[in-house]
């Protein structure tokens, strides 16, 4: 089963424009994390918040978390043709290993030049 | 330097046959993830290691399954008596420390298994 689940399942933006996704998850956390997957070059981290955090920033990436609402939004400024990637939110779930990782279905961004 | 490499990029093989895949993690680090990913999804978490034990496989689909890491190092998933819907890109990961919730996991570009 999948904890997060990213919305909008598809996005298609002007190169400069905003583009913001949503994450929804089930259970309490510890963190949320955000990956990139661009075809060919696999998943890499964009950015790690923690429950306590409301808010982080990272270059055009900002991260909201709202544990309240169980939901986490990850807004990209002036977007790049570059950008044109595939967007998934993951939770850390413990368990008796110490924790897994547990991705949504993720948001596919396509950023049009 | 060198990120975590999968090998083979690509495996065609036929419904039944037994299968391996390798992963290299960077060097050095601790913890090794294993995760299949099916088209238009996220990964799924299949078995988390932690050196050379196996500290969470309760991702594995079932007892054709197994993933194996003897050194501590590079880790082999194997697939026995394989099946269509075993189609799907494998994705290693690695990460400094395992037990935290905190460690960023480096992935691999995959191994794409399509089983005919």
């Known amino acids: 089963s999948q904890q997060g689940e990213e919305d909008p399942q598809a996005l298609s933006i002007q190169e400069g424009e905003n583009a913001t996704m949503n994450c929804s998850y089930k259970?309490?956390?510890?963190?949320l994390q955000w990956y990139r997957q661009n075809s060919g070059r696999g998943l890499v981290h964009l950015i790690l918040?923690?429950?306590?955090?409301r808010e982080k920033h990272s270059g055009r990436l900002r991260v909201t978390l709202d544990t309240s609402k169980k939901s986490s939004s990850l807004l990209i400024t002036a977007s790049r043709a570059a950008d044109t990637a595939s967007y998934f939110c993951a939770t850390a779930e413990r368990n008796t290993g110490g924790f897994k990782t547990i991705f949504g279905a993720g948001t596919r961004l396509f950023v049009k030049a | 330097g060198a990120g975590v490499s999968q090998t083979p990029s690509n495996k065609v093989t036929e419904k039944g046959k037994y299968v391996e895949l390798r992963c290299d993690p960077i060097s050095g680090h601790t913890a090794l993830y294993w995760y299949r990913q099916s088209l238009g999804q996220g990964p799924e978490f299949l078995i988390y290691f932690q050196g050379t034990g196996a500290a969470d496989d309760s991702g594995l689909p079932n007892d054709r399954f197994f993933a194996v890491r003897p050194e501590g190092s590079v880790s082999t998933l194997k697939i026995q008596r394989t099946e269509r819907g075993d189609s799907a890109v494998y994705l290693c990961a690695s990460s400094p420390r395992g037990g935290s919730s905190y460690n960023e996991q480096f992935f691999g570009p995959g191994t794409r298994l399509t089983v005919l």
């Open positions: 918040i923690r429950s306590n955090e």
């Open positions: 259970t309490s956390i510890n963190n």
